[in-house]
C-alpha cells in the first residue's frame, strides 16, 4: 500500500483504541491514526479532517445508533466504516450493513479476524464474516431484515405490544405472571435492540412497521 491510509477509531475505551491501533499498525505501514471517544467529536473530527476509514463501536457515548452512518456520511460521503462492536452479529450487522456500513465486527473477533475484515474494507470496499453470509444466503426471513421489530424475540414482541399499548411493568408482570424486575429487563433489552429510550419511540416504531 503505497499511499497513506487515514483512520479514525471511535470507542471511548481507551484499551480498545490502543490495541486497534497496534493491529493496524502491523497490518499496514503506511498509516495514520486518529482517535475519539463520543460521537459528538467524531463530527467535529471528519469536519476539519479527511479520512479514508473510521472503526467505529455502536455504543460509543453521545452515539445515535444507526443514524450515525448517516450524520458521518452526510460529512464525509465516500469514507468506509466498520463497524467494531460488543454487540452481536447475528443481531446487529445486516441491519448496519443495509444502512451502510461497509463492515461489521464483533469485539470478541480473533485478531486475524480483524486484520482480514480491514484488508477487505481497503482492498475490496467491504466486509461480511463467513458466517453471516451462510446466513444471508440459508435464512429467507432476511428479506424482511429492514423491519427493526424482527430483531425482537417472542417474549421481547409479547411485551413491546403491550407496552404499545399502554400498559405498566406492573400489569405486564401481572398479566404474564412475571416478576416486575423481569419486565424491567426486557423493556431494558428492547430498547437496547431498536435503539430508542423511550415508549413514544417504541410507539411510533410500530405505527411504522408493526403491520409489515
Known amino acids: ?14 484499551v480498545v483504541r490502543q490495541g486497534v491501533t ?7 505501514k503506511n498509516i495514520s491514526i486518529a482517535a475519539t471517544d463520543n460521537f459528538t467529536d467524531i463530527l467535529k473530527t471528519v469536519k476539519v479532517q479527511s479520512f479514508d476509514m473510521i472503526i467505529l463501536d455502536i455504543s460509543i457515548p453521545e452515539g445515535k445508533g444507526i443514524k450515525m452512518i448517516e450524520f458521518i456520511r452526510a460529512i464525509i460521503p465516500k469514507v468506509k466504516i466498520l463497524i467494531f462492536s460488543a454487540y452481536e452479529e ?17 469485539k470478541l473477533s480473533s485478531e486475524e479476524e480483524f486484520k482480514l475484515a480491514f484488508l477487505d474494507i481497503v482492498e475490496k470496499g467491504r466486509y461480511v464474516s463467513d458466517s453471516l453470509k451462510k446466513k444471508i444466503e440459508e435464512n429467507p426471513l432476511n428479506k424482511h431484515s429492514d423491519n427493526p421489530l424482527n430483531l425482537l424475540s417472542k417474549r421481547e414482541m409479547e411485551i413491546a405490544c403491550l407496552l404499545v399499548k399502554g400498559e405498566g411493568n406492573l400489569e405486564i408482570a401481572n398479566r404474564l405472571n412475571l ?8 423493556k431494558n433489552r428492547i430498547f437496547e ?6 415508549t413514544i419511540a417504541l410507539v411510533a416504531l410500530f405505527r411504522s412497521y408493526g403491520d409489515e
Open 1 to 14: 500500500m503505497d499511499k497513506e491510509i487515514k483512520i479514525l477509531i471511535a470507542d471511548d475505551h481507551s
Open 22 to 28: 497496534l493491529l493496524l499498525k502491523q497490518v499496514c
Open 90 to 106: 447475528d443481531l446487529y450487522a445486516l441491519r448496519y450493513l443495509k444502512a451502510g456500513a461497509d463492515g461489521y465486527l464483533n
Open 179 to 186: 416478576q416486575n424486575s423481569t419486565v424491567s429487563t426486557y
Open 193 to 198: 435492540k431498536l435503539f430508542i429510550t423511550n
